[in-house]
């Protein structure tokens, strides 16, 4: 698959302690050109919050735009979205008998030894990192750096997703390393975070794609 070169993740706990409401940092994002999302939800998918997570698949499904869901495959089937799961999720070859043959479903790494693992598994894409210091982990692995991607780049043919306290001042470098998308999550929350505000801030990724 070809992945869009901006991946916005819609953390929610990050998203909560902006007071923005997860429907507007997608329409937000859609609005400034975004082409894939992600929902990212730690908590208990309430019976609003799954309400609200409908409403985000509609708008990609509108927008021509692929969405994900982080971790709950029984989820991703009811909103007819895409996988990711991590190392402590449901096993790649598992999810890919409950998602299907046509499901994008990718797959998280955090060191050469997962990421070579990846490579063998039933994905479409992998992430690796984080690259860069992060905030948006309680207990996040070891950073990776921007020389582990180019030295990665190598070793696995599926797509590579860069992720882990990205930023525009960062990312061109992180395309050059050989990363085909950086998954973003704190980057495209500017402060104050509005609706205006959070489509500018996607606008300016995609101008940076265009110039990197």
Not at 44 to 49: A, E, L, V
Not at 109 to 135: I, R
Not at 144 to 163: D, F, N, Q, W, Y
Request: glycine share 8%; proline share 6%; net charge negative.
């Amino acid at each position: 698959m070809k992945l869009p070169r901006v991946y916005p993740i819609l953390d929610t706990e990050s998203l909560d302690s902006r007071s923005i409401a997860l429907e507007t940092a997608a329409a937000a994002f859609l609005e400034g050109g975004a082409g894939i999302l992600q929902i990212r939800h730690k908590q208990h998918w309430s019976r609003d919050f799954f309400a609200s997570a409908r409403t985000v698949a509609r708008l990609c499904r509108e927008a021509g735009a692929a969405l994900i869901v982080n971790d709950r495959a029984d989820f991703a089937l009811l909103l007819d979205a895409g996988l990711h799961v991590g190392q402590d999720d449901l096993p790649p070859r598992d999810a890919r008998r409950l998602m299907g043959p046509d499901a994008v479903i990718g797959f998280s790494s955090h060191n050469v030894a997962q990421l070579c693992a990846a490579g063998g598994e039933p994905v479409d894409y992998v992430a690796l990192g984080p690259v860069f210091a992060t905030a948006s982990k309680l207990n996040p692995d070891p950073v990776t750096g921007v020389e582990e991607i180019g030295r990665c780049r190598s070793l696995v043919e599926k797509p590579l997703v860069a992720i882990g306290g990205i930023t525009l001042e960062n990312a061109v470098d992180v395309w050059r390393a050989g990363a085909d998308s950086v998954a973003v999550i704190a980057g495209l929350l500017p402060s104050p975070a509005t609706a205006h505000s959070l489509r500018e801030r996607m606008e300016q990724w995609q101008q940076l794609v265009k110039t990197a």
